[in-house]
Structure formats: C-alpha cells, structure tokens
C-alpha cells in the first residue's frame, strides 16, 4: 500500500517505519495519525513481522502536531480529536503486540514526537537528538501517551517539570533520566537500530510479546491480580509456544536454542 506521510518496508523480519513529511518537520496531521494506525495494525497481525523500527527522514524526527493546520481550522479541537484518535490507537497497538519496537531519534523530538519516541521499548537516539515536551508553550496539554510514560520513567515531580517549563533535552540529558536506551553517533543510528532489530527478530518474540503486555498492566494491576497474569503466560507458554519448548530442550542439552517466533 502506498502512505502519504510514512513510508514501510519488510525485510529479514524486521518492519521499517519512517515518518516522512521532512518539509513539516515530519509533524503530525489527520492523516499521518491514521497511517500510523494501519501500519501498527500490520505490524501487530502479522507473524512474519518480529521488530519495528521506527525513525524518520530529514533532520527532525517529528516537531509534534501540524499547529499550522490547527490554526486553519475552523474546529481544531474536533480536528485534535480524530488526530488523537489514530495515534493513541496506533500506540496501544505498538505496545500490545509480541515485536519489540525500536525507535530511532534522528534529530528534534518535540511535542507528539517526544511522546512517541519515549513509547518504544528500545529507543536510541542521535548524537544531535534533542528532546521537548512543548505542548504548554503554545497552550495545550501533551497527547500521545507521554502523560502514561513520562511520570513512570523520571517521576511525576520531574514529569511535570518537563511538560510545563519544556527544557529542550540534549540526547546525554536523555540517556541520564532514562528518556532513551542508547546514545549513538549520528551516522550509526539506524546501523545501530538495524543491530539490535535484527538481534530482537531472531529471539523469542512471543515471550517478549508477553513481557510486553505484562509490565503494561502492572500499572494498573494488584499484587495478586498481576501474579496471576504472570501464572498464565508462563504457563501458556510451556505448554503451546514452540519457542519455549525448544528452548528448553536447547537448555537441557546446552545447545543454543532455533526460536521461530512462534
């Protein structure tokens, strides 16, 4: 299928995902927020796909939402609503499915494209990666799930500092809150994301699928609620994963284990 406003390729396993409106700072608008959706939903449906990475073109990885189109609106809060409703849609889906996400900071995160750049499970970022919240700057709230993640990765003293005073983070200062995973140099980023892609592709992505779901819902969880969550998967997996039945054979005859994802 053809995108307007990203461009997605599969390969070796590993989907591609590049948000492309490099001359709006790749911003977010209807449309993009709608395509990020469909591709989450290809991502998530599909098997074969066992890593995303998500980057973008140009020199900004996104500057957040299109203001230029909230301010032509002659309803933007209606407008912020159908954004809104793709994009969140598209992060429950990323965070939901069994592929590990990987996102790839290649510049300014700012607004929407802080948050979500901090939903990914890994995040590396660019050398010249900075990162700010910016939506109280033009009178907003953040969206886009930051108001989940943020106060779980750096506190909510520290949350709120960053979403209403909106220092502008270097890519250290967001290696040091726990903002991203790694730190690399500008010309290494997507080598290093295709690295670690390629590494999380060939692993036990219905095990990671699980450990995805269940840190999510620990959130929101009980102590005994979440134990027996952590009862079923391990036990769900014993018993119908074939990974888990190879890889405990690997184990006891310490060879290295052949996981297929399923």
Do not use: W
């Not at 699928?209 to 929101?220: H, I, M, Q």
């Amino acid at each position: 299928m053809n995108y307007k406003t990203l461009e997605f390729e599969v390969s070796d396993q590993i989907a591609t995902i590049t948000l492309s409106r490099p001359d709006a700072a790749n911003s977010l608008n209807q449309q993009m927020g709608d395509e990020l959706l469909m591709v989450a939903n290809h991502c998530a449906s599909n098997a074969d796909i066992r890593a995303v990475i998500l980057t973008a073109a140009g020199k900004m990885f996104c500057a957040g939402g299109d203001v230029a189109g909230f301010a032509d609106s002659e309803n933007p809060g209606e407008l912020l609503r159908g954004i809104t409703s793709g994009l969140h849609a598209a992060i429950q889906r990323f965070q939901r499915m069994d592929a590990p996400l990987v996102v790839a900071v290649n510049g300014i995160a700012a607004g929407a494209g802080m948050s979500i750049a901090i939903s990914g499970d890994f995040v590396l970022a660019a050398e010249s990666a900075q990162f700010t919240m910016a939506y109280t700057r033009i009178g907003l709230s953040p969206d886009g799930s930051s108001t989940f993640f943020l106060p779980r990765l750096v506190g909510a003293l520290k949350a709120k500092e960053l979403m209403i005073r909106n220092p502008l983070l270097s890519a250290a200062e967001a290696l040091e809150l726990g903002l991203v995973s790694q730190v690399v140099s500008d010309d290494e980023l997507m080598g290093a994301a295709r690295d670690l892609a390629g590494k999380l592709a060939a692993g036990p992505t219905r095990a990671y699928g699980e450990v995805k779901r269940l840190v999510a819902d620990s959130f929101n969880s009980s102590l005994d609620a979440q134990l027996e969550r952590e009862t079923r998967a391990i036990a769900d997996l014993a018993n119908y994963s074939e990974d888990a039945t190879n890889g405990i054979a690997a184990f006891m005859a310490k060879e290295k284990p052949d996981f297929k994802g399923r």
